[in-house]
């Protein structure tokens, strides 16, 4: 089956930075969307970042309460995806998940990682 596996999070500043990377166990030619998602306690897991297969590129997508801030990128060479967070806020506490998706003979399939918990505080 189709792993992803998260790594990265952990305590910060306000105002700091933090990568986290999400390691896939499948190519990412057979993939047609990734993205970060977040969910902060007493939250509903919310969607950060997203990225799509475009022409020549990936194309990204971002939150309005992220954008600037946050990055999201790939190394397509060794399957990983990567969220490069900065200027951080204590609104940004919560566990970070991977997110991998692929559309296949007309069926969806979704895959996650475990969560990477990222704590902003002094």
């Known amino acids: 089956q189709v792993q992803l596996v998260e790594s990265g999070g952990g305590p910060v500043q306000p105002g700091g930075s933090l990568r986290l990377s999400c390691t896939v166990s499948?190519?990412?030619?057979?993939?047609?969307?990734m993205a970060w998602y977040r969910q902060a306690p007493g939250k509903e897991r919310e969607l950060v970042a997203s990225?799509?297969?475009?022409?020549?590129?990936?194309?990204?997508d971002y939150a309005d309460s992220v954008k600037g801030r946050f990055s999201i990128s790939t190394d397509d060479t060794k399957n990983m995806l990567y969220l490069q967070m900065t200027s951080l806020k204590p609104e940004d506490t919560a566990v970070y998940y991977c997110?991998?998706?692929?559309?296949?003979?007309?069926?969806?399939?979704?895959?996650w990682g475990q969560g990477t918990r990222v704590t902003v505080s002094s």
């Open positions: 997110n991998a998706n692929q559309l296949y003979s007309g069926h969806e399939y979704h895959y």
């Open positions: 499948i190519s990412f030619f057979s993939i047609n969307t």
């Open positions: 990225i799509r297969s475009g022409v020549s590129s990936w194309t990204p």
